[in-house]
């Protein structure tokens, strides 16, 4: 869903039968490319449609409107991303640090480092602040991956036995690649998927080091 969610159709689809469930994952893929290619002004019922491959109509059958839709989107979109960054976990092994590392070089490589992605986020932020269930959901995806980080954070501390607010810690690291991400989606040219790889890993460095901010020296 994260690329391939967005990626841009050659026309758009016939209409098609398909079963509930297809319907409506056709139709929340849908809604991802038109909010990544057109943005939310450019992100009609009728748009949607086309592009799932079913009449307008039947959008009102499986959502409540494209408000609806547009939600269930950015919750299926965030429950997908985490499950990509679980599965990199898993495959990192059991070492505390070997398993934050392992997430952090995900967040600077594909399907995560995609600026179609990031058209599809600018989308959802816009409505953060305007619509509550927007809102809601936007609070949990990103608690969720706060959480996530946190965690990491407190397995090295507890097998380093670093003297460290975990908590604190996650909010220095998600903004920082937050930032970088961000700012290398909206403008490559700036510096590399690499050279963002690297500045992240540095955080790991200081933190197992005597360097970072807020940790007790010996």
Do not use: N
Request: charged share 25%; hydrophobic share 45%.
């Amino acid at each position: 869903m994260v690329r391939g969610a967005t990626a841009r159709p050659e026309t758009h689809p016939k209409y098609t039968r398909a079963l509930p469930e297809e319907r409506r994952r056709l139709l929340i893929e849908a809604t991802a490319r038109c909010l990544a290619e057109l943005g939310l002004a450019g992100t009609s019922v009728r748009e949607i449609a086309a592009r799932a491959g079913v009449s307008p109509g039947l959008l009102g059958h499986h959502f409540a409107g494209k408000e609806d839709l547009i939600a269930q989107t950015y919750e299926q979109i965030g429950a997908k991303v985490g499950d990509i960054l679980d599965g990199v976990l898993e495959a990192a092994g059991d070492d505390p640090e070997g398993r934050l590392r392992a997430f952090i070089d995900a967040s600077f490589r594909p399907p995560i480092l995609d600026s179609e992605l990031l058209a599809v986020w600018i989308a959802f932020w816009t409505l953060v602040r305007t619509d509550a269930r927007i809102h809601a959901i936007h609070r949990e995806v990103y608690a969720d991956y706060r959480q996530r980080v946190e965690r990491l954070i407190a397995a090295v501390a507890e097998r380093r036995r670093i003297a460290i607010d975990p908590r604190l810690a996650a909010l220095s690291l998600t903004a920082m690649l937050d930032g970088l991400w961000l700012e290398w989606c909206l403008d490559p040219s700036t510096f590399t998927a690499e050279e963002a790889r690297q500045i992240a890993q540095g955080w790991v460095d200081g933190l197992i080091g005597e360097g970072f901010p807020g940790r007790p020296r010996a």
